[in-house]
């Protein structure tokens, strides 16, 4: 399911579901930029209560650590664009341990992660 609208050069997504394998539900809001300086802020959910369905459609095999989990997810307000790939108030959940907590990547002005 999509609700959104244009914005300027992109989209204001109010909505963004998909169902996924593996029993898998992966939800979006916020502001696509399709500009020069294409990027993504907003939230990003994904939630799977079967976690080795998921993998298999990714990897095409399951790791025996994903096997033993009965539910995986993540959420995170998201900033997303060519230089930084920010998760700010990141929660992960997996099986029954739950991380909380920041992750940052960035890319150098010279290209090479």
């Known amino acids: 399911m999509v609700v959104?609208?244009?914005n300027g050069s992109g989209w204001k997504l109010d909505q963004?579901?998909?169902?996924?394998?593996?029993r898998t539900r992966v939800e979006a809001n916020g502001l696509l930029d399709l500009s020069a300086n294409r990027s993504f802020k907003g939230t990003l959910t994904a939630a799977s209560s079967q976690?080795?369905?998921l993998s298999s459609w990714l990897a095409g095999d399951i790791a025996p650590e994903i096997r033993s989990l009965n539910a995986l997810g993540f959420s995170a307000d998201v900033l997303i664009n060519d230089h930084v790939q920010q998760f700010d108030n990141l929660e992960l959940a997996a099986g029954g341990a739950i991380?909380?907590?920041?992750?940052?990547?960035?890319?150098?002005?010279?290209?090479d992660p």
Do not use: F, M, T
């Not at 963004?16 to 593996?22: N, R, T, Y």
């Not at 990547?105 to 010279?110: E, L, M, S």
């Open 4 to 6: 959104a609208e244009p």
């Open 99 to 111: 991380l909380k907590g920041r992750i940052e990547r960035q890319v150098p002005d010279n290209g």
């Open 16 to 22: 963004v579901s998909v169902e996924l394998p593996g």
């Open 51 to 53: 976690p080795s369905g």
